[in-house]
């Protein structure tokens, strides 16, 4: 994709601010570092927002200048906001080529932060206490490094004496920030070890059940789980595919609970700043064939749960839908792996609801006699259209004559271009004549205006004329000329363009037509769609309208075309 310009300038301002970080230019600004994880939510010094309001104001009393510029996806306005999860800590090590050890980066902004302090690019960085910078032995060891390298880093909270004392109070801090960290992720762990015992409902209850934010109760949905026990009653009887399944459940507005689709990476950059997700409205989608399987072969359906070790106990925090027995039986049907037995509606017809009674409107329904397809109308009393049926091959044919038709005869190209010149000429006589009453109303506005223009003064202070009022006529007289010009150009567009592109649309129906005659009768319908509006028969007369595009062809036939193919009522074929 070719970026436009805006992301093209977007992208250079971006360059050019990294070149002037690298060159030194903000080597006296510091950068301010918030982090917030996502599941330590009781904690007040959590909150992006309170961490921006502090060390800013921190910044400001130590006269501490911030770095005025942003980064995209690493910082703004010179603070960086970082969202993580506590409870996924990676503490992955890899052993790398030679001597290194690489840690798995859990918070690429932070580390980010550190390789450019480390080069030197900003004087320091400001977070709001320790435990926000470190979180482990190796983050706290970097921040040392750092220190000792004469990069300075300020806590918002707590000043440290550059002394031994100091560097005590730091150390304790720097346990408490470690400690406080492994606790939470800790509790979180235990949590949902401890309630899986106690046969609670610690992940998201599936479809059919209704997650309330509260895992001791999981309530049926009342819309859902009555169809949910339907499908595994119906699908235990055993002639029922999971196809069939599938579209039984769609026709009874059964829907999939609603889900918000993934944030896109913008709307993710623009959560980095907020202590709150951005909110994306959910939806609920129909059924899949995965997800029919999905709640066919889950047991939570029977009232059951998964335990720590994978086995299913029974649930505290839900009621079955399905009894045992019928969830066991629709397992064996599944291990079967059913064929379709049935089908719910027979597929369809080729040109269901496309031909119509020209008199009483109503449709001419497509059936199966003796292997052929047929068409016929319950037209309503009293309608005088006796031609009531007829075979798909009339109507494919018909079509197929009739497309014919749309395209130019040999004669008319011939005639399309001896015609033309005269037309042209016709054309452009028109158009001088356009210019002329053009320039002489053109020419009326400009005196307007001028008049306008010389005696500003004069009219606004005999009060004839507000400012308002002035400006109102010059608008709409520059408005006047420029419509003439409008006028002008679209009067240049040729009429020798219009006619090609015309007959480059009757050549492309002329290529269709190969196609057309080969093809099976879906394929033919998919081609009548893109052409014609409108299909109905009066008599054995087909009238028609085709599609916007398709009419400067239509208008030479006289929408109705007569069924019976033979050379009666067709023109000639090159
Ligand atoms: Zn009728």
Request: with cysteine.
């Amino acid at each position: 994709m070719e970026p436009n310009q805006t992301q093209k300038n977007m992208t250079e301002i971006e360059n050019s601010i990294i070149a002037d970080i690298v060159s030194g230019k903000y080597k006296n600004f510091y950068l301010i570092y918030d982090r917030k994880s996502t599941d330590d939510t009781n904690n007040q010094k959590n909150s992006i927002k309170y961490q921006k309001s502090e060390n800013t104001r921190f910044a400001f009393r130590e006269k501490l200048p911030i770095a005025p510029i942003s980064v995209e996806g690493f910082f703004k306005e010179g603070i960086i906001s970082e969202r993580h999860s506590a409870f996924k800590e990676n503490s992955e090590m890899t052993f790398g080529n030679g001597d290194k050890v690489q840690y798995s980066v859990e918070r690429p902004k932070f580390y980010k932060l550190v390789e450019w302090l480390n080069n030197g690019y900003f004087k320091g960085a400001i977070f709001l206490c320790q435990d926000r910078a470190t979180r482990n032995k190796g983050d706290e060891t970097i921040i040392r490094k750092l220190i000792n390298a004469g990069v300075d880093i300020r806590y918002t909270l707590t000043t440290y004496d550059k002394t031994s004392s100091g560097e005590l109070h730091m150390d304790i801090d720097g346990m408490f920030a470690k400690h406080y960290s492994r606790v939470t992720s800790e509790k979180i762990s235990l949590t949902i070890r401890k309630s899986r015992a106690d046969g609670l409902c610690t992940h998201k209850a599936p479809v059919g059940y209704l997650n309330q934010g509260n895992m001791t109760f999981k309530p049926q949905d009342p819309e859902r789980a009555p169809i949910i026990l339907k499908m595994f009653k119906k699908y235990a009887e055993g002639s029922w595919s999971l196809a069939d399944i599938a579209r039984w459940a769609i026709e009874e507005g059964f829907t999939m609970p609603p889900v918000r689709r993934r944030r896109t990476e913008a709307e993710m950059l623009e959560d980095e700043e907020n202590d709150e997700s951005t909110q994306v409205e959910a939806v609920c989608r129909p059924p899949t064939y995965n997800n029919i399987h999905k709640i066919l072969t889950n047991p939570f359906y029977m009232g059951k749960i998964p335990g720590n070790d994978g086995q299913y106990f029974d649930s505290t925090s839900h009621e079955a839908i399905v009894t045992e027995e019928i969830f066991n039986n629709a397992q064996l049907e599944l291990k079967k792996n059913n064929k379709s037995a049935r089908y719910i509606k027979p597929l369809d017809h080729p040109f269901r609801n496309m031909i119509r009674c020209a008199e009483c409107k109503r449709t001419y329904t497509p059936y199966l006699k003796k292997g052929h397809i047929y068409f016929g109308s319950r037209c309503a009393r009293g309608c005088n259209n006796h031609f009531r049926s007829f075979n798909l091959t009339l109507i494919t044919r018909t079509l197929e004559s009739l497309i014919g038709n749309l395209t130019f005869t040999k004669e008319e190209l011939d005639d399309i271009d001896s015609s033309i010149s005269t037309e042209i000429a016709t054309l452009d006589k028109k158009r001088i004549d356009l210019i002329e009453s053009n320039e002489r109303k053109k020419k009326k506005v400009r005196e307007d205006l001028a008049y306008l223009n010389a005696n500003r003064l004069t009219l606004l202070r005999t009060g004839a004329y507000t400012p308002e009022k002035i400006k109102e006529e010059e608008d709409s007289m520059n408005l006047a000329l420029k419509s003439f010009r409008d006028q002008e150009e679209a009067s240049d567009i040729s009429m020798a363009q219009t006619v090609k592109e015309v007959i480059k649309l009757s050549e492309l129906i002329k290529d269709t037509l190969p196609h057309y005659s080969l093809c099976n009768s879906y394929e033919k319908e998919q081609i009548v769609k893109i052409i014609f509006s409108e299909l109905s028969f009066s008599g054995k007369t087909l009238n028609f309208k085709t599609k916007n595009g398709f009419q400067s062809l239509e208008n030479r036939l006289k929408n109705h075309f007569v069924t019976n193919c033979g050379p009666t009522g067709n023109r000639t074929r090159p």
